[in-house]
């Protein structure tokens, strides 16, 4: 059985393999923290019936004036959908750096599916695959800007 020879760089040394990503303790148990605070929002975002959703926006004002600005950045998508799993995806990446990607945007399709799936039985609102793959896309976006920005914190300036 042959053994695999050490690789050595034009110098004659070992390449250096790179240290995992690390990141502040008190960050990671922040992004908990928020994150639980986050799928707890998608929960009751997604549980609450039209009607009682279009009361909360007459009596907060505030609440459908944040609203309407998340839904007028791109009125062709349903931003708040965006907002709210692009969210979920950079505070999960935070919370688990230790995990790989794949994983977190597994667990954001299964919250994705979920959230979608149990709207069949909220009077007033429906299902729709197509803002699953929607939370998805943006959660993987999440992903992506968490990881982007924790690697430009670790290279030396």
Known sequence: MATEQPRFDADG????????????????????????????????AVLLPNTQLAALRVQWRWFSEAINRVEALWPAVDMVHVVMFGGVGVLLAL????VRQGRLLLAIAVLA???????IWVPGRTASVGEAALDVAAGALGLLL????????QHPH
């Open 113 to 119: 599916a979920v959230s979608e799936f149990v709207q």
């Open 146 to 153: 968490a990881g982007a920005v924790r690697g430009i914190g």
């Open 13 to 44: 040394a070992e390449p250096s393999i790179p240290a995992p990503l690390q990141q502040p303790a008190w960050l990671t148990a922040l992004a908990r923290i928020l994150l639980f605070a986050a799928v707890m929002l998608v929960a009751v």
């Open 95 to 98: 919370a688990f750096p230790a």
